[in-house]
């Protein structure tokens, strides 16, 4: 399967600062996991380690290319989220930074924050503003009980939060999580979707141009799209989506959208290498090329099993060359308690990593459904900071229209009822109020 994004390589504009990201995470991620497993402390989550980096390197820190610094924010609670998630802590970091490619995807949203994938595709960086920030490091002590309470979550996953800072540069902070749409499947369509329908469109005349574009509610509300998960999956997905908007409206959060990305069974994945170049990830409907592939846009393939497994012992190498303790030897397991019971993966990534679509009657659909929350981490009173601004600089308020986080939440969890519904019960209900 190949994958397209621009390739983040020496002639990059932001490659040192793509080298600086990696070099943090691989030696102060690999510092944390060195060390002998042990429980949370309340410090844990105010914890910051700081570390310099230069050319010439020191007893505890390599040297590297560039000067900067990187600070690793609560990396023993990131440690236990990993964890908790199920993530092999070699894995992880050989994912991403076994070897120093990144795509990168630019801006896609509104906000301005950049999107990187690993080279496997397993995981996405992406930059997040001070606010965000801040905000995160607030809320992660809620957020990581969730995670204990909810094995199922719906809701972003966090493994990392992180800053680096060049001399004379900005601070750029970022965050490392999911990403939901798996490596070796292609995505026909997507969808962000919020529950409103104010500005929700993707302009249908631009589809043509780019197939891949991410659609949104009134896209879905115009295909007559439904989720079709049966009556058993219906009920634990919504159960699970009102227990994480719950904590969505407590922290006072809005502006979230349930992703959902559709593999088509009947497409299959392999269709042609034009149409792979327009199956990038490419969310916010960025430009793409007519005709063929852009040249920026470099095509990468997913590294094969013997690939990744020489890559593998090479970072494990690396990592024992840099640190007296093998990352090997690192305890990362489930807190006891939580062992039993806890089926991360979880019952909405169990199909291929993802959900297989189920009609009414439990006979399995021709879809694949990839999903979750995503962009969790707006808070109300930024949002309204925002809207203050735009009230000043135009009268287009429609762009903006800031709902507090319990309507929002609401409504979030309406119109994702809504769309669950079976094809059958819509009927049944159409002709109930047919008779009536
Ligand atoms: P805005 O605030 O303007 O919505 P943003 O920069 O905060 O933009 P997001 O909403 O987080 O960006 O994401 C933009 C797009 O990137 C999403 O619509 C989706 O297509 C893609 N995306 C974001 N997070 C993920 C993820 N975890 N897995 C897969 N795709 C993702
Ligand atoms: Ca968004
Ligand atoms: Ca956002």
């Known amino acids: ?20 990201m990696l070099t943090g995470i691989r030696v102060s991620v690999s510092r944390t996991n060195a060390k ?3 429980s949370l402390t309340d410090e844990d989550f105010e914890a910051k380690q700081k570390s310099t980096f230069d050319i010439a390197g020191n007893e505890l820190v390599p040297s590297a290319k560039y000067d900067f610094k990187f600070k690793d924010y609560a990396p023993w609670v990131f440690r236990h989220l990993r964890a908790l998630f199920r993530l092999d802590p070699a894995d992880y970091l050989m994912s991403l930074t076994g070897k120093y490619i990144l795509s990168e995807l630019g801006s896609p949203g509104k906000s301005g924050s950049f999107f990187y994938f690993s080279r496997d595709y397993k995981y996405i960086i992406k930059t997040i503003h001070h606010g965000e920030h801040k905000f995160m490091r607030k809320i992660l002590k809620d957020y990581y009980n969730h995670v204990i309470d909810n094995p199922n979550t719906l809701l972003s996953q966090f493994y990392g939060l992180h ?5 004379y540069g900005k601070k750029i902070h970022f965050v490392v999580m999911n990403n939901l749409f798996p490596p070796h499947k292609d995505i026909h369509t997507t969808f962000d979707l919020k529950g409103s329908t104010i500005g929700r469109d993707y302009r249908e005349e631009d ?52 992703l959902i990305g559709v593999h088509d069974l009947q497409k299959g994945n392999g269709e042609n290498l034009r149409d ?17 592939p852009d040249p920026n846009q470099v095509l990468m393939r997913t590294p094969s099993k013997l690939e990744s497994a020489r890559k593998a012992r090479e970072l494990r190498q690396m990592v024992k060359a840099e640190r007296p303790v093998p990352m090997r030897q690192t305890t990362d397991r489930m807190p006891d308690e939580l062992a039993e019971g806890h089926s991360r993966g979880g019952v909405f990534y169990n199909d291929d990593g993802g959900l297989r679509a189920t009609h009414e009657d439990n006979t399995p659909g021709e879809e694949v459904y990839y999903l979750g929350v995503i962009d969790c981490l707006t808070h109300y009173g930024m949002i309204k900071k925002l809207e203050h601004f735009w009230k000043g600089l135009s009268s287009d308020r429609t762009q903006i229209s800031a709902l507090p986080p319990e309507e929002y939440g609401d409504r979030f969890l309406k119109f994702m009822s809504g769309i669950t519904v079976s094809p059958e019960e819509a009927a049944r209900e159409q002709n109930d109020r047919v008779a009536a």
């Open 36 to 38: 002998l497993d042990r």
């Open 276 to 292: 792979k170049t327009l199956q990038v990830f490419n969310p916010g409907g960025a430009a793409q090329t007519e005709g063929g």
């Open 207 to 258: 589809l043509e141009k780019n197939p891949r574009a991410t659609l949104k509610d009134l896209n879905w509300l115009r295909r007559k799209r439904r989720l079709e998960l049966g009556l058993q999956k219906r009920q634990l997905f919504l159960q699970q989506l009102q227990s994480d908007v719950k904590l969505l409206q407590k922290l006072k959060i809005m502006d979230y959208s349930l």
């Open 1 to 20: 399967r190949v994958l397209v994004g621009t390739k983040v390589d020496e002639n990059h504009a932001n490659w040192a600062t793509a080298y600086n």
């Open 163 to 167: 800053r680096v800072k060049m001399p």
